[in-house]
């Protein structure tokens, strides 16, 4: 059962409807250097034909981005991180997932959680999921020692 890492909100002014897809390809060019280093193929099954989303552009492509290398880091060698993407209710649903060591579910809650200890990554991305519920999305995630991570975002549809 996926953890939900936040909840569902109304889309604020400044968000724009955007085309998912050309964001994922750049994230996927940037990370395919530092994912080959370690024999990690990223393989990106995102529909051609799936609806715009909204979103602020730079901070989608940050977070997944973030997201990529936390799978990166986890991965075993010689392994795939695939990135799938369905269309449900409304939303476009990416999911992210590793083969590999995986990591505590007390962890990756920590990993989204804003701390007082100021500007580290975790707080980045306690912004970026709190961004990302403002567009009407969430973000779940599952992992267990051994078994890798799974990340599942969920992004309101402009429809």
């Known amino acids: 059962e996926l953890e939900i890492g936040s909840a569902k909100a109304l889309v604020p002014d400044s968000v724009l409807p955007v085309r998912i897809q050309p964001i994922i390809a750049g994230v996927i060019t940037a990370l395919q250097e530092k994912a080959g280093s370690r024999q990690i193929s990223i393989v990106d099954e995102v529909s051609p034909i799936l609806p715009l989303i909204y979103a602020i552009p730079e901070t989608l492509e940050s ?22 993407s369905s ?16 990591l505590e579910k007390a962890r990756l809650d920590q990993m989204f ?10 707080n980045r991305l306690a912004r970026k999921k709190s961004a990302l519920t403002r567009w009407g999305g969430e973000i779940r ?3 267990q020692v051994s078994s890798g991570i799974t990340f599942r975002l969920s992004l309101m549809s402009f429809a």
């Open 113 to 122: 959680e804003m701390d007082q200890t100021g500007e580290d990554a975790g």
């Open 63 to 84: 977070l997944l981005t973030d997201l990529i290398l936390i799978l990166i880091d986890d991965a075993r060698e010689d392994t795939l991180i695939s990135i799938r």
């Open 141 to 143: 995630y599952h992992s």
């Open 87 to 102: 269309f449900l209710d409304d939303q476009v649903v990416l999911e992210m997932r590793s083969d590999g060591f995986g």
